[in-house]
């Protein structure tokens, strides 16, 4: 189930010309895909370092410096089909590498690969890039050269006159009552904002931070807020918060699900969207959201409290209110009314989103009154990874280590569940012709995001136990997404030798820049193909991993989203800070 289905068709009319421009023929990719497959940002000097390459009669590969020196050789391992793919492939390992420099793979027979690096900063650009994107989509601001260079912008949506929506009208907010909310990202490639998204998103950042403060602390964005104090992941993750704090009702507690048009803006520039903006029925999975949110970013932002006195107690206080509304209303979901057309992020089951947000208050209060649900077990058994309609795990990433206010058995409590979802991506990833912990089953709508999340698990497993096999198969999920992938692209804009161009986004479609906005990760491959009886351009394969078109009509494949940028992110900056 995606979070726009048919939704998003509609807009699609409003395309045409811009599909004319952007769309990249499919035949053009398939003639481009490289035999030799690996991740095109390089490596750190001291991690595992593999390449996929064409099945052919060679048998050995070799690595060549910049001057054309051979470096290293080696045996390709033994030829195998990737089910998901079709390919029949063979892998180069070259984890000995160690020298920093930039080299090139070449195998017999074949062309050679783009140029790699090898260096102890492989992924400071990319961190920073992945983060600056949150910025280059807020709204509520104009984005000045200083701050976005070639990206700059006028402000959107300032979200100062919003009316209550008569599905989230109340006795003290009836129906038309305006109120201010202002700040926040925009969703994905649409320019609205949802709270049940936002909240794992901006948990993400903020236990990336919790957990490699010494990386981010050294990371310079170049935000509006630079300098103030405060760590720019922070400045930027505060961006959200306080358009979240606005969308609690004062009076109750609960939370409103998002703050939306009726339906989808065209293809224009956030100052272009003008029509009228609503806030939409509180629930159970949004309050809840954001009560974990909220609890979470009053243990992370506490140290910095001189900087806003009282701002962490706010954030706890918020965060309780909400766990109040939803223990009084444990099943009320939402329902898209029948004048909103925009993302529903509907759920039918709140008991993640009570596991979350009771571990988030959990640690950072150390109350019983939390314990039992939080250590609560269940769930799908076969998932493997959080995403926005199962947040169940990220509680396990929060508890795996003990809290100043929580007791060390309840870290141990969850490290077997923890350590065993570990070892399945493990054996996933030692199974994979491609060395990846995906199957078949996770190429879905976002499936980056799916493979990125994977590999937050086995970072949280990484730091409870560290074994090696867990930070590796952590590796080859950034290999996968930058490049070592199906299509043998980059995913992430603006980053890569050969890079996702067309991003369905509507600032990078409507700026007339030819480049897109840059640091945001594509959905990637999704053999759902929601999207395609709307674009002209077809998909190149209806196989899983090459169900990908690097085209602006494709929502399914294509598209950009706040909830897939968190995890690389986090794993960005695990594998700068792990890797020794």
Not at 88 to 114: C, I, K
Request: proline share 7%; with cysteine.
């Amino acid at each position: 189930m995606t979070r726009h289905a048919a939704a998003r068709r509609p807009t699609l009319r409003t395309l045409a010309a811009a599909v004319l421009l952007l769309g990249s023929s499919a035949g053009a990719m398939a003639a481009s895909t490289p035999a030799i497959k690996l991740n095109q940002l390089g490596f750190l000097p001291a991690s595992q370092k593999l390449a996929v390459v064409q099945a052919g009669s060679a048998a050995r590969f070799a690595v060549l410096d910049a001057g054309g020196n051979k470096v290293f050789e080696g045996d390709l391992g033994a030829p195998a089909t990737w089910d998901a793919s079709g390919e029949n492939v063979r892998l180069a390992d070259f984890s000995a590498l160690r020298t920093p420099g930039t080299y090139r793979l070449q195998v017999a027979g074949l062309p050679a690969s783009a140029p790699f690096p090898v260096g102890a900063d492989a992924y400071r650009e990319l961190d920073a890039g992945a983060i600056r994107a949150y910025t280059l989509n807020r709204a509520s601001i104009a984005l000045t050269p200083a701050v976005a260079g070639a990206y700059a912008r006028a402000a959107g949506h300032p979200d100062t006159r919003v009316e209550i929506h008569p599905s989230a009208a109340s006795s003290k907010r009836p129906a038309g009552t305006i109120i201010s909310s202002p700040k926040g990202w925009y969703d994905a490639g649409d320019y609205n904002k949802y709270i049940v998204n936002s909240g794992i998103s901006t948990y993400t950042l903020l236990a990336a931070y919790e957990h490699f403060p010494g990386w981010f602390d050294k990371l310079a964005l170049r935000l509006p807020e630079s300098g103030n104090g405060l760590p720019d992941l922070l400045n930027e993750a505060l961006w959200n918060l306080e358009w979240m704090a606005t969308m609690q009702d004062p009076e109750d507690g609960g939370v409103y699900h998002k703050l939306t048009n009726k339906a989808f803006d065209g293809m224009v520039m956030p100052d272009q969207a003008t029509g009228p903006r609503y806030v939409v029925q509180k629930n159970t999975a949004a309050t809840l959201d954001f009560a974990a949110t909220m609890a979470a970013a009053s243990r992370v932002l506490a140290p910095f409290d001189s900087q806003q006195p009282g701002r962490s107690a706010r954030y706890l206080a918020a965060a309780e209110a909400a766990w109040a509304w939803a223990k009084a209303h444990p099943a009320l979901l939402y329902k898209q009314p029948a004048d909103v057309s925009t993302g529903d992020y509907g759920d039918k089951s709140v008991d993640d989103e009570f596991a979350w947000a009771a571990a988030e208050l959990l640690a950072t209060t150390g109350k019983d009154v939390y314990r039992a649900q939080a250590l609560a077990g269940g769930g799908n058994p076969a998932q493997t990874e959080p995403g926005w309609a199962d947040v169940r795990m990220l509680g396990w990433v929060t508890l795996a280590r003990p809290h100043a206010r929580m007791a060390a058995a309840d870290a141990a409590a969850v490290r077997q569940p923890l350590l065993a979802n570990a070892d399945k991506l493990v054996a996933r990833w030692q199974a994979s012709p491609y060395r990846v912990s995906m199957v078949r089953e996770n190429f879905v709508w976002g499936s980056n995001a799916v493979v990125l999340n994977q590999a937050m698990m086995l970072v949280a497993a990484y730091r409870a136990e560290p074994r090696p096999a867990y930070l590796q198969a952590a590796q080859s999920a950034l290999d996968y997404v930058l490049g070592r992938n199906g299509p043998g692209m980059s995913f992430v804009t603006g980053f890569g030798t050969t890079s996702t161009m067309h991003p369905h986004h509507r600032p990078s479609v409507a700026d007339g820049i030819a480049a897109p906005v840059p640091g945001w990760l594509a959905g990637g491959p999704n053999p759902g193909q929601q999207d395609k009886k709307g674009c002209q351009a077809p998909y190149p394969s209806s196989l899983p991993a090459l169900s990908y078109l690097d085209d602006a009509c494709s929502y399914a494949s294509n598209e950009v989203a706040i909830n897939w940028n968190a995890p690389l992110v986090y794993v960005a900056a695990a594998l700068q800070s792990l890797v020794k």
